[in-house]
């Protein structure tokens, strides 16, 4: 099973950026889909973005596009998630998980411990 490791998260102020990645130490996931998800506290995990396996397509919630950027390396196993012009309501946790049936797929694995991200207004 992959083991995924999300970093990068903080604390910003609204209108900053961040960028989060999500690793797979030892492990190849370049032939999935990767999808990232978010957690906000006593709320549902929902989706943020997707890429296909090779990166040629990006798949976001509507409430992110415009703002965020997923982007991956499979020479260096890592998918990024470039978050700017953070809100607020953008306060949560972020994990990643691969996907089965690419962009429009379905998480599959163990979560992640995720990585905290926290916008001040």
């Known amino acids: 099973q992959v083991q995924l490791v999300e970093s990068g998260g903080g604390l910003v102020q609204a209108g900053g950026s961040l960028r989060l990645s999500c690793a797979a130490p030892?492990?190849?996931?370049?032939?999935?889909?990767m999808g990232w998800f978010r957690q906000a506290p006593g709320k549902e995990r929902e989706f943020v973005a997707a890429?296909?396996?090779?990166?040629?397509?990006?798949r976001y919630a509507e409430f992110v596009k415009g703002r965020f950027t997923i982007s991956r390396d499979n020479a260096k196993n890592t998918v990024y998630l470039q978050l700017n012009s953070l809100k607020p309501e953008d306060t949560a946790v972020y994990y990643c998980?691969?996907?089965?049936?690419?962009?429009?797929?379905?998480?599959?694995?163990?979560w992640g411990q995720g990585t905290q991200v926290t916008v001040s207004s």
């Open positions: 998980a691969p996907q089965r049936g690419g962009t429009q797929g379905t998480a599959f694995g163990s």
């Open positions: 890429i296909s396996w090779n990166g040629g397509i990006a």
């Open positions: 030892g492990r190849t996931f370049s032939i999935y889909a």
